[in-house]
C-alpha cells in the first residue's frame, strides 16, 4: 500500500525535523510517498500567493498533510492554510509523557476535538460608545455536527466515550444549539457513551479525576483553553501535535493536515538539537488517519516509550540529538514491529 502525502517544508527547524521523518518513514512496513511543497519565507517572498495554490492543490489531491514549522512575517501560513483548506476542526491529543517534568500528578490522556472557527474567535468585535464593548458570539449546526461525527468516530475507534462541553445554561442560544447538534449525532452512535459537562466543572473534574475523560468536543475557545491547560498538565506545550480536518458536506473527512505545536525555534535552528518528538507524534497521527492505525499506534507508543526511558534530547534534559533521539525511536519502533509480527 503507498500513501500519497503532502509535505509542507519550513523554516527555522524545519528541515532538522522533515529529515527526522524520513528517518522513521523509511523503516516504516508501508511506503510513503511525500509531495513536498516549500512553503519556507524564502520561497514563500518570491512565489507570493502562487506556493499557496501549489500547497492546496497537492493537499486536495493527496488528502493528506504533515506541516513543518514556518516562520509568520508578512502572513501567517497556517492561518492561510486553515482559509484555503477549509480546516474547520482541530484534534489534539494530549497524553502524560513519561520522563518529561510535571507538577501534576495525575496521568492525563485526553483527545480534544475542538472546533476552529466561530465561538467568539471570529468577530473581532466593535465599541459601542466609548465605554462599552460587544463581540459575536457563531455557532453554526453543520459545523458542529462535522466536529461531532469526527469525535464519535473516534470514541468508538478508541472504544471510549464522549464528552461535550460549553456553557449552555447561560450561554442559552449558541451554546444550546451546540450541545443540541452533538446530542443528535450521538444517537447515531448507540455504542458510544455521551456526556454533558459544563466547561468550569470540566476544567475542576480534569484536575481532580483526569481518568474520567478521553475525548471531549468543545466549541473554538473552549477547546483553545482546554489544549493549554491540558498541555500545562502534562509539563509542556512544545510537545503537542494535532491534526487540522475539512469535511465535505455530508460530514465525511475530507482533508487532512498534520503539525507540531512548537514554532520554527530560530534560536537551536540547524544545530541538530531540535526534539522531534512532536513532529514525530504528528506523523504517528497522520498515520492512523490514513488508515494505518496499528503503525500510528505503534509509533506513537515506541516514542512515549523512548521518553520513559530516559532517552530525550537537550530541551527535555536529555543528552540526545535530534538525529540520536530519531534513530533510537527507530530501531526501537522496528523492534515493536518485528515481535508482533513473530508474536
Ligand atoms: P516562532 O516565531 O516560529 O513561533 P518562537 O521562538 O517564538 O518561534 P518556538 O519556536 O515555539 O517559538 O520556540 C520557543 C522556545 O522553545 C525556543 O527557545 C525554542 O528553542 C524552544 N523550542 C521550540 N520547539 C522546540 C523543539 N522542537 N525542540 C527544542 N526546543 C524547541
Not at 523503516?27 to 492546496?56: C, H, I, M, N, W
Not at 476535538?113 to 465599541?127: E, F, M, S
Not at 460549553?166 to 444517537?187: H, M, N, P
Not at 487540522?244 to 465525511?252: A, E, K, L, P, Q
Request: aromatic letters at 6%; one cysteine or more; hydrophobic letters at 40%.
Amino acid at each position: 500500500m503507498v500513501h500519497r502525502v503532502t509535505e509542507l517544508l519550513g523554516d527555522g527547524i524545519g528541515p532538522e525535523l522533515c529529515e527526522a521523518v524520513h528517518h522513521v518513514a523509511e523503516a516504516l512496513p508501508t511506503e510513503v510517498r511525500f509531495e513536498q511543497v516549500d512553503l519556507s519565507l524564502e520561497e514563500r517572498k518570491r512565489r507570493g500567493r502562487g506556493v499557496y495554490d501549489e500547497a492546496y492543490e497537492s493537499v486536495r489531491s493527496a488528502g493528506a498533510a504533515i506541516k513543518y514549522p514556518t516562520v509568520t512575517e508578512i502572513e501567517s501560513p497556517n492561518a492561510v492554510l486553515r482559509k484555503r483548506c477549509n480546516f474547520t476542526v482541530i484534534h489534539r491529543p494530549v497524553m502524560t509523557l513519561p520522563g518529561v517534568k510535571s507538577n501534576f500528578t495525575g496521568k492525563v490522556d485526553l483527545e480534544i476535538v475542538r472546533l476552529a472557527i466561530g465561538g467568539t474567535y471570529q468577530d473581532p468585535g466593535q465599541q459601542v460608545g466609548p465605554d462599552v464593548a460587544v463581540s459575536l458570539r457563531i455557532v453554526e449546526r453543520s459545523t458542529v455536527q462535522s466536529a461531532a461525527v469526527y469525535a464519535f468516530a473516534l470514541a468508538r475507534r478508541l472504544g471510549t466515550h464522549v464528552t461535550s462541553s460549553s456553557k449552555w445554561t447561560i450561554q442559552r442560544a449558541t451554546d444550546g444549539l451546540f450541545e443540541e447538534a452533538v446530542r443528535d449525532v450521538a444517537k447515531r452512535y448507540p455504542d458510544v457513551p455521551h456526556r454533558q459537562e459544563l466547561f468550569d466543572a470540566l476544567l475542576a473534574k480534569i484536575c481532580m479525576r483526569p481518568d474520567d475523560f478521553r475525548v471531549i468536543i468543545l466549541l473554538n475557545e473552549y477547546g483553545d483553553f482546554l489544549s493549554d491547560m491540558a498541555s500545562g498538565l502534562v509539563g509542556s506545550l512544545g510537545i503537542a501535535a494535532s491534526g487540522s480536518f475539512s469535511f465535505t458536506t455530508d460530514g465525511r473527512v475530507d482533508l487532512a493536515m498534520f503539525d507540531a505545536a512548537h514554532g520554527t525555534a530560530p534560536d537551536i535552528a540547524g544545530k541538530g538539537v531540535a526534539n522531534p518528538t512532536a513532529i514525530l507524534l504528528a506523523f504517528a497521527q497522520l498515520l492512523s488517519h490514513v488508515g494505518e492505525t496499528a503503525i500510528g499506534q505503534a509509533l506513537r507508543r515506541t516514542i512515549l516509550g523512548q521518553l520513559a526511558a530516559g532517552r530525550s534530547t537537550r530541551d527535555l534534559g536529555g543528552t540526545l540529538t535530534t538525529m540520536e533521539f530519531t534513530r533510537e525511536v527507530r530501531g526501537a519502533f522496528l523492534d515493536r514491529i518485528r515481535a508482533v509480527a513473530t508474536a
